[in-house]
């Protein structure tokens, strides 16, 4: 199983971009893992918030496999213990899902189309974090699903 | 009215330090801000998990004035939205709470005792995060707590 982290928007601040790093190289111990940060179109600062949400989806929905299990990130989705993680990606590696993509949305979330395709909507947190630190937040979170998974002890930083 | 972090533990590790810098200075423009990293007992690895509680609880009070106002980082207090915690914060000023300290307990958590003396136990999420993570999201929260009290736009980095 490949898993890729989808993100919109700016590239990673330097405040998260070596605690990414680091929690990405663990992660690939356990499966191929790949970033893609998606530019915003660029004509998005002429674009209202509806017709931007439907710009990125497009591209997104574009870059879409069928069987790509989607896992958006979602403040009105499912809040999960960390086991409960663990749980999700091990039931679809038990079920040979090939691609599990985690997608944290733009400045105003995405579009409808994208949120019908989501497999599975997940809310990190009852609090708003800027999308950069959710991006380090998620690749510690999934790296702790990984080892939780092979039942072994987090290794700390 | 002064915030202060107390966190049991290590130094900030790399891959926070960049990001708890960046929202701590934020902060100061608000309140004045301090942090206190507390090492653990030197003969930590010789202690229970209880005993090193006890004794890292002995600490932490003798470090505590009357007044100061106790927020305590704990899984099984409440669940806060960003605007919540704004609310707590702002409660705290209007009524002249001259210290207001976050507390990220040690390894194994806090001493019985550090846990009656809280005047407020929160959960940051139900996920389970390292503490050094732990750090820079609250560092993140309480400078979004301060543009939320003062009407400001959230500067994102």
Tied chains: 1, 2.
């Excluded at 070596?18 to 179109?41: C, D, M, N, P």
Aim: charged content about 25%.
């Amino acid at each position: 199983m490949q898993l890729q982290f989808w993100s919109i928007g700016k590239k990673n601040e330097a405040y998260v971009a070596e605690g990414i790093a680091l929690f990405t190289k663990r992660i690939s111990h356990y499966y191929k893992v790949e970033w893609k940060i998606i530019a915003t179109t660029k004509n998005s600062a002429v674009l209202s918030a509806e017709d931007l949400k439907i710009e990125e989806g497009k591209i997104i929905l574009n870059n879409l496999q069928k069987d790509d299990y989607l896992i958006l990130l979602d403040e009105r989705g499912k809040n999960l213990q960390s086991e409960e993680l663990a749980k999700v990606l091990q039931k679809r590696n038990n079920d040979s899902t090939k691609q599990v993509i985690f997608l944290i949305g733009g400045a105003f979330g995405v579009s409808d189309e994208v949120i019908k395709r989501a497999n599975f909507k997940w809310s990190l947190s009852n609090l708003v974090f800027p999308h950069q630190l959710v991006r380090l937040i998620l690749a510690e979170q999934v790296y702790r699903a990984c080892t939780i998974n092979k039942n072994e002890k987090y290794h700390h930083v």
